[in-house]
């Protein structure tokens, strides 16, 4: 049987043949590429040529060609369209990808080749970006234990192995309590819902066989759920089935696996030589220690507190003048804090969401993106992996640039949140290779035939993905490894939080703000009110971030908690959480921090982006206009187009003249007002 995936792709843009791929051809082609990569490390370490930088880290480049290529198709599918088959071998292959891992840092004779030239850097004449590869190369390798030795190196490669396993299965765990939870609803439950809300449970029965109206546990579905019912015990038995997922017994409880998690990242660091696995972690970072992190979080929780704090006596209020004499809870405040919103700024969900048509605000994204950088979109007619995903061939002046792909929809076989991937990343070394970029996203789907309306907060998070995919997408280095979001965790969200700014721009909402069903533009004086209440509600939404932000500092800053639970409970007591608050991502389904070590001790990171994308928005303010072409020119070439191939705080440097303080961001947020 040929094999797809091991085949070259006569496509268009080389995209992969989702319609002869099918899942038994991933596992073959997953081993056959561990088998390719494993013959090519060899031939790298067993050169008799002394080490040169083209002979070893150029060829170290190169060595996993096949295995990128088979694993961008299967983990995209594995995280935006999982089935049994996919998940069993993600299981699968988890220990296998990490054996494969450590087999390339713990080769002595490539760590030596790597050893000599870093040792020799100053003779190599290389260019500034082969300097920087060369050194990730070398640092990278380190911090994976190259240099351990004897029963250490055999313990840490075991240790990343389990750790392998435990995110895996973490995540498929997540997966399975958000898609088999549901609320059923009677047509007398419906009551007080706007119609947008109304065709949504509608629409998730249909889709999971019900056949009647559901809540889920999508955040499109049940975050508005939460907002506009009336009903006290249904918004409070969907908000403990949202808090509760990972946690609720049996096989897909997560509670022992994130004990065992953060002891293996703890034994990790140690073993690595360092005090904590933050410390590790933080090593490479913009933030570099636990302590600035740590600083930056409480500087801004000093200010969110007791604006969260005022906030919740004014909801408090409202909801004793309904009549219902108990304390303010967590499944109140949306729904006491949507009717204060219209009250104050007379701005209503149901009002506001026929003007963000899901088409519409991807034509947004892409005008802006035309504006700023000259490019061009044009729908690709070609097989994708689902019926809902769209492609684009993107352009500038004529010339290929990337393949976009969206995936906008809920569905049961998606984990939450929403990400950009690459199925292929942006690299020249063998090549002008331009990528392939993969925009996610969780919005409900509407009935066949009906438009498809976002919330703001949905708009934003797609202008945010695509400023992710813009960093793929324009992305202009030599080498794979530092391409696009290859950088500093707490730089990568800084094109994609700024590129959130131009949703807010007047001039883009009143093109592409248009009526769903009359086709009007926003009225002036609805977008006036929109724009106003945008820092509305700012206490909440910034102390459910930063309490998750310190319980995962936390965890890693220091000792493993035995209990994690009751870890995260002692933080959230020091530092006050209101009781009608919760974390955004509790322990159980922080899939940031225990998916994988991506976000692990950085889930900071997007506050510490924030500072830079409220100061570089700044930038084009101060310039005169959103779409000042000099700003953008500067953003390209110094953020969007270097990937990794300098420092964070270089590149920023260059970009803005200095680098930020905290003032832009706390402007932003609405913080430096006293109420």
């Not at 969900?349 to 035309?370: G, H, N, T, V, W």
């Not at 969780?442 to 995919?469: C, I, M, Q, V, W």
């Amino acid at each position: 049987m040929t094999n797809p995936l091991l085949q070259s792709w006569d496509t268009e843009f080389s995209l992969p043949p989702f319609d002869l791929i099918e899942d038994a051809h991933f596992e073959p082609a997953l081993e056959a590429a561990l088998e390719d990569g494993r013959a090519a490390i060899k031939a790298i370490a067993d050169n008799p040529a002394p080490p040169s930088f083209e002979n070893t880290i150029e060829a170290l480049e190169l060595a996993d060609e096949l295995l990128n290529q088979t694993a961008g198709v299967f983990y995209n599918l594995a995280g935006a369209d999982a089935n049994e088959t996919r998940e069993a071998l993600q299981r699968d292959m988890a220990p296998k990808l990490s054996a494969y891992s450590s087999e390339i840092t713990n080769n002595a004779k490539l760590w030596q080749r790597i050893s000599t030239l870093w040792d020799t850097r100053d003779a190599l004449d290389l260019t500034p970006e082969q300097h920087r590869v060369l050194m990730l190369t070398y640092r990278g390798f380190r911090r994976s234990g190259a240099a351990l030795e004897g029963a250490d190196r055999a313990r840490l490669t075991e240790v990343k192995s389990r750790l392998s396993v435990l995110g895996t299965q973490f995540t498929q765990n997540l997966l399975a309590d958000e898609r088999s939870w549901f609320m059923e609803l009677a047509e007398e439950d419906l009551e007080g819902l706007p119609d947008f809300v109304v065709a949504a449970v509608r629409s998730a029965g249909k889709e999971n066989g019900t056949g009647g109206p559901v809540v889920t546990l999508s955040r499109s579905l049940i975050v508005p759920f939460l907002q506009f019912s009336p009903r006290r015990d249904l918004r409070e038995k969907a908000q403990k089935a949202w808090a509760a997922r990972g946690a609720n017994g049996g096989e897909t409880d997560n509670r022992e696996i994130a004990a065992e998690i953060l002891a293996l990242r703890d034994e990790r660091a140690k073993l690595l030589g360092y005090d904590s696995f933050a410390a590790y972690k933080l090593e490479t970072e913009m933030a570099g220690t636990p302590d600035a992190v740590r600083s930056l979080l409480m500087d801004v929780w000093a200010l969110a507190h007791p604006q969260a704090e005022r906030d919740a006596d004014k909801l408090t209020q409202m909801m004793h003048a309904d009549g219902i004499n108990a304390d303010l809870a967590p499944w109140d405040w949306r729904y006491y804090s949507e009717k204060r919103r219209v009250a104050e700024h007379d701005l209503d969900e149901a009002e506001l969401k026929p003007y963000f048509q899901l088409d519409r605000m991807i034509d947004a994204a892409f005008d802006c993106s035309a504006r700023l950088f000259g490019l061009e979109f044009r729908p690709l007619d070609t097989a994708l992996y689902h019926e809902d995903v769209r492609a684009w061939d993107v352009t500038r002046n004529g010339v290929h640039v990337a393949v976009f792909i969206g995936d906008y929809f809920a569905r049961g076989s998606k984990r939450s949140g929403a990400w950009c991937s690459a199925m292929r990343s942006q690299s020249k070394l063998s090549g002008d290779v331009r990528p392939i970029v993969v925009n996610v996203c969780n919005f409900a789907k509407p009935d066949a035939g009906a438009p498809a309306l976002l919330s703001y907060d949905d708009a934003r998070t797609l202008f945010h993905e695509f400023g992710h995919a813009l960093h793929q997408m324009l992305s202009n280095v030599t080498y794979g490894s530092i391409s696009g979001t290859s950088v500093a965790r707490d730089f990568v969200e800084l094109p994609s939080q700024l590129y959130e700014h131009w949703l807010d721009v007047p001039e883009v909402l009143e093109k592409h703000a248009i009526h769903a069903e009359t086709g009007e533009p926003i009225p002036a004086d609805l977008l006036k009110r929109l724009l106003a209440a945008q820092t509305y509600d700012m206490g909440f939404q910034t102390v459910e971030y930063v309490a998750s932000a310190l319980v995962d500092l936390d965890f890693h800053d220091g000792p493993a908690p035995a209990d994690p639970i009751a870890a995260q409970d002692e933080t959230l007591a020091r530092i006050g959480l209101p009781a009608a608050i919760t974390m955004r991502h509790a322990t159980p389904h922080f899939a940031h921090v225990f998916s994988g070590d991506g976000y692990s001790s950085g889930y900071y990171s997007y506050m510490w982006s924030e500072v830079m994308d409220a100061d570089a928005f700044e930038a084009f303010e101060e310039a005169g206009s959103a779409f000042d072409a000099e700003m953008a020119a500067k953003l390209e070439e110094f953020i969007l187009s270097a990937g990794g191939s300098e420092e964070a705080e270089v590149l920023y440097t260059k970009f803005r003249g200095r680098m930020p303080s905290a003032d832009a961001l706390i402007k932003g947020r609405g913080l430096d007002k006293v109420a």
